[in-house]
């Protein structure tokens, strides 16, 4: 677990946590928005303040190969001391998987899983710190970094160690303010569907099921609210914390079949993770309930989905068909109210269905609460083509 620091106004301590560890940051940021934005030269004041000498990476989309090995290259030399990533969760990502390689100076391609040798991670890594600037990932409290390689034989695919978590995420909803709102709702239907699938996942734990309830409470009171203003600082907050903990959990227990299509959905396809992870969540719990009813009666994630109908119907005393159905109906409200695009928006068309459902049993899908059929993960996919 990072040292964690959380809420409005920790921006600001930046330049005196990177300072920690030395007087000469990479400082890892996503496209052009943050330097254009409100927050930039509060950011800069912080590292000149504390006297730390920032070089500057972008990634501009979800972070490729190619992209951290490149950025390896430039700063191995470089006597970096810190690496900071601010942004969403490619650039967090990345800055992730380039502060574990900037020693080593080897290939991304050397460690990452399913792809290449797999050889073990044996580090140093340099230590990182991140400042999330929306709410979705989590990736702030993780250990993998997720890189993407685009295109027919593309894949999405995990970077994973322990010495990867950051040092420090400084968690500062206020950032939430210039997020754009389809980002908002797809980030946070992320956000929800991490902690959806810890709670129920075959490696759930009683810490991690306490905070992933406390993850959702917030989502359910939060999501909507900051998706209608962004202003709303109380709604901000919500969802940076719901955030957080689902990265928090997802790091102990895993995720599930929403993960599991994610994956080559965004490697086959230009579709960002939250709207894929938030256009198929309604589907897919609707399947694991189904299956586990068929074939499972006795799974004890049926209780857990159930306790998570009663929190979002606000109702503890529902039975559990009543909770299972209250939990589908938020679902498919939010998938409805957040504007949530289809498949279809993204290029994907039914032929395509077989070559994501084969590519879809990776990590994520190893920890879902049943295993689905085929047919069931493409009854999935066709419900939301
Ligand atoms: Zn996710």
Redesign the pocket.
């Known amino acids: 677990m990072p040292r964690i620091a959380f809420g409005a106004g920790v921006r600001s301590t930046v330049g005196a946590c990177a300072a920690r560890y030395g007087r000469r940051a990479l400082l890892v940021t996503g496209g052009a928005s943050l330097r254009a934005g409100p927050f930039w030269a509060e950011l800069e004041q912080s590292f000149a303040k504390a006297e730390v000498h920032i070089e500057q990476v972008q990634i501009a989309d979800e972070p490729s190969p190619d992209q951290i090995d490149a950025a390896v290259r430039a700063y191995h030399q470089a006597d970096i001391d810190v690496v900071v990533a601010i942004g969403g969760g490619s650039a967090l990502d990345a800055g992730k998987a380039i502060a574990g390689l900037l020693r080593p100076g080897n290939s991304v391609l050397d460690h990452l899983e399913g792809v290449g040798p797999e050889r073990p991670y044996q580090g140093p890594a340099v230590p990182f710190v991140a400042l999330p600037t929306t709410a979705g ?1 989590g990736s702030e409290a993780t250990k993998n970094a997720v890189l993407s390689q685009r295109g027919a034989e593309g894949y999405k695919k995990s970077f994973r160690d322990e010495a990867l978590v950051a040092r420090d995420a400084l968690v500062d909803p206020d950032f939430l303010q210039t997020c754009p709102r389809s980002v908002l709702a797809a980030n946070g239907m ?1 956000a929800l ?2 902690l959806l699938e810890s709670f129920v996942s075959t490696r759930s734990n009683p810490l991690c099921a306490a905070l992933a309830l406390d993850g959702l409470k917030q989502a359910r009171d939060a999501l909507l609210p900051l998706y209608e203003d962004p202003n709303n600082a109380e709604a901000r907050a919500g969802m940076a914390y719901a955030s957080l903990l689902s990265g928090i959990c997802l790091a102990q227990t895993g995720l599930g079949s929403v ?1 599991g299509l ?1 994956s080559p959905l965004g490697a086959f396809f230009p579709i960002p ?1 939250g709207m894929a ?1 938030g256009t198929l969540v309604a589907k897919a719990t609707d399947t694991n309930l189904s299956a586990m009813q068929q074939r499972e009666p006795e799974h004890p994630a049926l209780e857990a989905y159930a306790t998570v109908g009663r929190l979002f119907a606000s109702e503890q005393g529902l039975s559990r068909q009543d909770a299972w159905d209250a939990l589908l109906d938020s679902l498919w409200d939010w998938t409805e109210s957040l504007q949530l695009q289809r498949l279809s928006a993204w290029g994907v068309t039914s032929a395509d269905h077989p070559r994501i459902v084969a590519n879809s049993r990776g990590s994520s899908m190893k920890t879902n609460p049943i295993v689905l059929r085929d047919e069931e993960i493409a009854a999935i996919l066709a419900v939301r083509q």
């Open positions: 990932t992320d569907t991490q993960h994610a993770h992870c």
